[in-house]
């Protein structure tokens, strides 16, 4: 018993004196600007309305008008599908369909072009395209990307029938969010 007690005490203390220095954390946050911090997790914080904070939603695009080739995507893909063909065990006689999958995945990758397409130049007008461009240049991008789509749908067919049991089992990504 009193060892609890005790705990409840010290625990206690340690939350009071917690307190504020999370005040202090959060005063530092809120003051440092946008140019101080421009890739942490502070990027799409609400307005003190409640709204999302457009001018860094705008860098953001910004980013990806001058610096976005879809490479560092790829290669991210590419490391992330190299590891799960690990986990899986991928046999030498599943090779063909894994890379068709793998190929297929990554083709889905938007490159310079498509994005830059949707999202405006570094050059653009900066009253923007003509009325209704924005959505006419996605469409075209997404009616491009659906043969993509197709492919990797048969791809996915393909190796879910030349993976055994177990690796199926193994491919399986769990949810990683609760709804």
Known sequence: MKKTVLFSFGAGALLLAAIPLSGMAQD???????????????????????????RALADHLDDLRYYYTGKASRLRLAGMLSAQETAIGIRADQKDAWRAYTEAL???VP??????????????????????GRAEALSDVMAGYADKAQILKKAITDLRAKLTAEQLETARMPRLIRG
């Open 106 to 108: 990554l083709a889905l």
């Open 111 to 132: 490159d310079r072009d498509s994005v830059i397409s949707v999202i405006g130049a570094p050059d653009e007008d900066l009253k923007g395209p003509e009325a209704f």
């Open 28 to 54: 530092q946050n809120a003051s440092a600007s946008p140019a101080e911090d421009t890739h942490g997790d502070q990027r799409f914080e609400v307005d003190r309305n409640g709204y999302l904070d457009v």
